[in-house]
């Protein structure tokens, strides 16, 4: 039997999980991790120490710097110790407050295996992107296939060319598993190239079609956190119409104390037709770590409705959000000031990519893109109008380095 291959990543969904920092010094001076993640052997001397950013519940195996490089406990450590010794490198590390022995793990080995057309979607970077050291390289991946008959006898690996990516072997995964080891999440990248959906009997009308497309959303929104039961549907419909004729957001409360807003109707089927579809073909996110009392009051649900607006009233912003990341301004009515430019707008970033949120979604109809939403700072805004597109990039690059990536929040330093 050929061997199975899985991602392995952090369970995003453990309640109220530890946050940790980036690796420190004996100084206490941040450690340039880059050398953790080019996927070969190095060498670090000297202690290494980990603060706790946010003291929720420990975990044996939580990734850093941002959300790729594993620290793990010893339990973990020794699974891959003994089945991938020539495969990774284990440097101690001492976590503020915990008694225990932890790992920092570099992953020494990297296989050239992507397998392009197996995956869901591959994007590279081009000459018109304005990243003239980048271009040929990966860009995006999503929903990932290996080729397995590349991989040798490597257990635990990076992928060549997409090193945020930590690949076991199936052995490994059912080592790990049978530990009891807490905040390992596992996403087979072998097999079928695209998420599947249980198979469902053709729907005879629209509105079993509706039905059909409920289920589906809502299955895809548990997987991301704690779903509230009732969804928020307006009283009064107002603004341009959703595809079918109905619209509603999703309240999903999320690890590390973070709320998640989606609407919930953009992918509805159209009426009148003969087949299923994906109406608009997305469905947009905005998540926020800053507290909110009342959702339905909040600046963050505010900026999402309006958002849904433009996208339901404008096929060039559908078009734009479906294809890659675009910048819109919306009204700045009500909102926070520090969000509102002096014209009295909102700028929003739409498409940032995450490692925490999938970019797409299955339905019986098709698949669906998830659209994060993520506000930027009147300064922010500005530099991306002067500088063009390859403001944006920057903007985004900028985004990824401080491990903001699409969260949205009212207060925070602008990062131009």
Known sequence: MAQRYFELTEDMTSPDRWLLGNPLDERGEEVRTRRFMSGEPTRFNGLLRVPVHHPGTPLDFTRVDPGAIPVVTEKVARVLAELAPGD??????????????????????????????????????????????????????????????????????????????????????????????????????????RQSVEPQPLARSHMDWLRQADAAREAAWRTLGELEEA??????????????????????????????????????????HEAPSV????????????????????????????????????????????????????????????????????????????NTLPRHFATPAGEVRLVTVKTLLPSELAYRVQHGKQGREELVRRFVENGEEHLSRARRRAVV
């Open 231 to 272: 969804a928020i549907v307006p009283i009064v419909s107002v603004g341009p119409e959703w595809p079918g004729q109905r619209r509603a957001w999703r309240v999903i409360h999320r690890a590390m104390r973070r709320l998640l807003l989606v609407t919930d109707g953009l992918s509805d089927p159209f009426p009148g």
């Open 88 to 193: 990774v490198q284990l440097f101690p590390v001492e976590v503020q407050s915990r008694p225990e022995a932890y790992f920092l793990v570099n992953v020494a080995r990297l296989v050239k295996c992507i397998d392009d057309e197996a995956s869901t979607e591959v994007l590279y970077w081009k000459p018109e992107d304005g990243r003239p050291e980048k271009v040929g390289q990966y860009r995006d991946v999503y929903g990932m296939r290996i080729d397995p008959s590349q991989v040798a006898d490597a257990k635990v690996f990076r992928p060549s060319g997409w090193r945020v990516a930590l690949i076991v072997a199936s052995d490994v995964k059912e080592a790990l598993e049978r530990t009891g080891a807490t905040g390992l999440d596992f996403r087979e990248v072998t097999g079928p190239g």
């Open 279 to 354: 109406g608009f073909g997305l469905e947009l996110a905005i998540e926020t770590d800053e507290p909110v009392q009342d959702v339905q009051g909040s600046w963050a649900l505010g900026v999402l409705q309006r958002v849904a607006n433009e996208v339901a009233e404008h096929e060039r912003v559908r078009t734009a959000a479906l294809t890659g990341q675009l910048t819109m301004e919306v009204s700045g009515k009500e909102m926070p000031r520090s969000l509102v430019t002096q014209e009295g707008r909102v700028g929003v970033l739409l498409g940032l990519a995450s």
